[in-house]
């Protein structure tokens, strides 16, 4: 039987807390949600903006959970008999939790942030160093002030890599992260105008992406895009912060790691690099330049932290983009297929050149065309309307025929568009969806994004229950 994550004894001396009823000895796992715990999970009633976890503490024992790890002053709210660990505040127990967990660890641990490709750059260094060690890093998008914690709390003893990313939408959130976080290798994959509503401009989210060299550990390695325009800022940024062992990738050619070749193919990318000058061939199961960009970064760090490079490249075939964030399906349509590429998760600048790079890859079957239904991007500021202008240019450079918008922004983008490249404007998304249905048509590739506020997902769940998944069809 394999250890478990935490017994109660190490739990309780790490949180700080207290005791109450018959905790079990053993803690399997880290939950904070009633709904997904696994019986020996310790559950922590968090209290976030909408929901507060002790409110879901009966359900959590319920279900099996080992302990319940609670506020002193909810302890009146709660059933008598529970297991509890009682303390002051559970997420600041979590993140001594998170703390001890780091603490207790020999693992590399690498940690990503940037404006764009956090969570995609996350699952390939997954991917890299699983040939070469027991790898542990964060589910999902969990980058902020309750995430990593959680994420560190939920990493095994004999864990070999820790991967984290760490997101921040205001200047100073990413500091108390990395500080917990510590890592050995830290990776910027680029710094673009996102959430420049709350940013004066661009170099000022550069400077709250530096904030990750301020946990580095000593001796540490700082991977930075040589590609990206704030480079010279982030390089002096890491120097001030005293770091001496500073890497680029990009694609000139003079970066520590660069591109040599890359080749698009049917379902993602063949490409050669040097990385630390070794040559490596390697093929990216998912499609679009940026993960051709940040696949740089990855192997780069799979090197500096002592897993096998040729391993890890190889292991990048087997990447493919999740949900929201680039995941592709086939859906029957009249007698053919349409191509799906679920982009709803979220949006900016940077990612919407992105995404429409990925479906000018794309190859229309028959008739078909390509299609982009895109929603408003949020958090721009007072440039959001020129910003949502400007995607007109990358718009006819990917040779897409058709666009569907949705939201007030890109009102001002509509303006700009050809009339033969206008489908239809919509206030708000869920007013495209009846249009989108009727206007798919065979052969066609329909990308869908948007800011997550600007709820683009239905439209792609509209679109699976309408026309079922070709791969479903064929397996009944």
């Known amino acids: 039987m394999s250890d478990p994550l935490w017994t109660s004894e190490a739990f309780i001396d790490a949180c700080g807390g207290t005791a109450k009823g018959d905790v079990g000895a053993h803690i399997t796992g880290i939950s904070i949600d009633s709904r997904t715990l696994e019986p020996g999970d310790a559950f922590i009633a968090i209290k976030g903006d909408r929901l507060d976890g002790h409110d879901y503490v009966a359900a959590a024992l319920e279900a099996g959970a080992s302990l319940a790890l609670v ?33 207790r660890t020999n693992a590399r641990i690498v940690a990503v942030t940037g ?236 990612s919407m050149r992105a995404a429409f790079s990925v479906l000018a890859q794309a190859t229309p079957g028959g008739s078909g065309r390509r299609i982009a239904v895109i929603g408003d991007m949020r958090e721009l500021g007072t440039d959001a309307d020129q910003l949502h202008a400007e995607l007109a240019g990358p718009i006819r450079e990917a040779a897409i025929d058709r666009v569907f918008c949705a939201g007030p922004h890109m009102a001002a983008l509509w303006d700009k568009l050809p009339d033969d490249l206008k489908a239809h404007h919509c206030e708000e998304a869920k007013d495209l969806i009846e249009l989108l249905l009727k206007d798919v048509q065979p052969g066609d590739v329909v990308m869908i994004k948007g800011s997550l506020g600007t709820r683009m997902g239905p439209l792609v769940e509209a679109l699976k229950k309408e026309y079922p998944p070709a791969d479903d069809i064929e397996a009944a």
Not at 80 to 97: F, I, K, Q, W
Request: with cysteine; hydrophobic share 40%; aromatic share 4%.
């Open 115 to 350: 404006s764009v490709g956090k969570t995609g750059t996350k699952e390939a260094l997954r991917l890299a160093l699983a040939p070469s060690g027991k790898v542990h890093a964060s589910v999902a998008s969990f980058n902020n002030h309750w995430g990593v914690p959680l994420t560190l709390a939920r990493m095994p003893a004999d864990t070999d890599f820790g991967v984290f990313e760490i997101g921040m939408n205001h200047a100073g959130e990413i500091t108390p992260l990395v500080q917990m976080v510590r890592p050995h290798v830290a990776i910027i994959t680029t710094v673009e105008a996102v959430h420049i509503e709350f940013f004066e401009s661009v170099e000022k989210i550069a400077q709250a992406k530096a904030e990750i060299f301020n946990g580095l550990e000593p001796d540490g390695v700082a991977i930075l895009n040589r590609d990206n325009k704030q480079y010279d800022l982030l390089r002096f940024l890491a120097a001030t912060a005293g770091v001496r062992n500073v890497q680029t990738f990009g694609q000139s050619g003079s970066e520590d790691s660069h591109l040599k070749m890359a080749v698009a193919t049917d379902d993602g990318t063949s490409v050669e690099a040097s990385i630390l000058g070794q040559d490596v061939s390697y093929g990216i199961g998912a499609p679009g330049a940026h993960h051709v960009q940040n696949s740089l970064a990855v192997l780069t760090a799979v090197a500096d932290m002592g897993a096998d490079l040729q391993e890890g490249a190889a292991a990048l075939g087997g990447m493919t983009a999740p949900k929201g964030r680039g995941e592709q399906c086939r859906l029957s349509v009249g007698g053919g297929e349409v191509q799906l590429i679920d982009e709803s998760y979220n949006a900016n600048p940077a």
């Open 71 to 103: 506020a002193e002053d909810r302890l009146g709210d709660l059933p008598d008999d529970g297991r509890y660990v009682v303390v002051d505040d559970p997420l600041e127990a979590m993140r001594a939790l998170g703390v001890a967990a780091r603490a």
